[in-house]
């Protein structure tokens, strides 16, 4: 198996089993514990470590699930395309639980060394999560 379809292989855990089967332990596996992380500016939610967001954004959207539309690889990089639906259910970013629906989606560019992330480049539309939950005007 070449280096980039390893790579992509670790990706995919990172959405399927990280995020859809909520398996933190495996970040210890796929990611270093110092992900350089590149949001976009006005970016709502900038965590300081990949397993902040995880936990943060599973007290909020606890049954999140993602779906891969997309997935390519080069050199060291992968680059998802994504989207997602979640319920919010619990508090996020100071916001008390507003139990709507929420959808998102994104494309994440990963970095990858010796089979585990190091850094992110993500490209999410924050706003209009922020809006689906009536924090700001539609």
Do not use: C
């Amino acid at each position: 198996m070449s280096v980039q379809e390893e790579n992509k292989a670790v990706v995919r855990r990172y959405w399927l089993e990280l995020w859809n089967e909520k398996r933190g332990e495996l970040l210890d596996e796929i990611a270093i514990e110092d992900v350089v992380f590149h949001f976009p500016d006005g970016q709502a939610h900038q965590p300081p470590t990949l397993r902040k967001w995880f936990e943060t954004a599973l007290i909020a959207f606890p049954d999140v699930h993602f779906q891969l539309h997309d997935e390519l690889a080069e050199g060291d990089k992968v680059v998802s395309r994504w989207s997602y639906v979640a319920t919010n259910t619990g508090e996020f970013l100071g916001r008390p639980a507003t139990h709507l629906p929420v959808t998102d989606r994104g494309i994440d560019i990963f970095r990858l060394e010796n089979g585990k992330i190091v850094e992110m480049w993500v490209a999410q539309d924050s706003l209009g999560l922020l809006q689906q939950m009536g924090v700001l005007p539609a």
